[in-house]
């Protein structure tokens, strides 16, 4: 299981990020400031960082450097507000691996974290989820159902995908909004509903199911 640190001081952004990472499987750990988060990566202890810019203490370029100057080699994906050229530049410079502007979408950050990963542990992640007669292969991005192949929106396969690592298990409205659709999302949106009618069309009935008053469930 591959262990992510993720330094960041906003408690609301650091718990959506902790919650959707421990679904898809990763060992996470959180801090909020620049001391905690250079104490953390030099213990060599963590596979990936997501790294803020604005810490209390010292600032994420200077955490950056010095782990870089330790020789400290897992990834770092720098996750900011910041969104001029120059912080991008200093950022990778720096020895960022990847820079993520907020708002951002928790999907495309699962999506960086995974690619950022070594070698050996994206060799090893399983690329094909499958539950009861659906399958979706992760690299194709493709789904798979008896009637025959079906193609995704990135939306559907993002939804499609939360499905499948929790067969079984209900989803509430807010947890799909959550994963799918990032935390600044309108909860008062229909737009779960919306894109689970549309998933229903592609895969036929009976694969994803309503549970009244609490979400929905896909059939395992």
């Given amino acids: 299981m591959s262990r992510i640190l993720i330094i960041e001081d906003e408690q609301r952004i650091a718990a959506f990020i902790d919650k959707g990472l421990r679904a898809n499987g990763f060992a996470t750990t959180v801090v909020g400031d620049g001391d905690a988060a250079l104490h953390e990566l030099l213990t060599g202890e963590h596979d990936l960082a997501v790294l803020d810019l604005g810490l209390p203490r010292q600032d994420g370029f200077a955490v950056l450097r010095e782990v870089r ?28 691996d990847d820079y993520m502007t907020k708002p951002f979408r928790f999907e495309e950050l699962l999506a960086r974290v995974r690619l950022r990963l070594r070698p050996a542990e994206r060799a090893a ?26 193609d995704l929106t990135a939306r559907e396969f993002a ?33 779960v509903d919306v894109y689970v009618r549309t998933l229903r069309r ?3 009935e009976g694969h994803i199911g309503t549970v009244r008053g609490m979400g929905y469930r896909l059939a395992s």
């Fill in 69 to 96: 100057a330790q020789r400290v080699t897992a990834p770092v994906i720098i996750l900011t507000a910041r969104d001029s050229v120059h912080d991008t530049v200093a950022g990778l410079e720096g020895g960022a």
């Fill in 202 to 204: 592609k895969l036929g």
């Fill in 159 to 191: 939804l499609l995908e939360l499905f499948l690592r929790h067969p079984g298990q209900v989803l509430s409205r807010e947890q799909i909004l959550s994963h799918v659709w990032g935390y600044d999302f309108d909860p008062g949106s229909n737009v």
């Fill in 125 to 150: 992640e399983v690329t094909v989820l499958r539950s009861g007669e659906v399958s979706l292969d992760l690299r194709t991005r493709r789904a798979q159902v008896p009637a025959g192949t079906v």
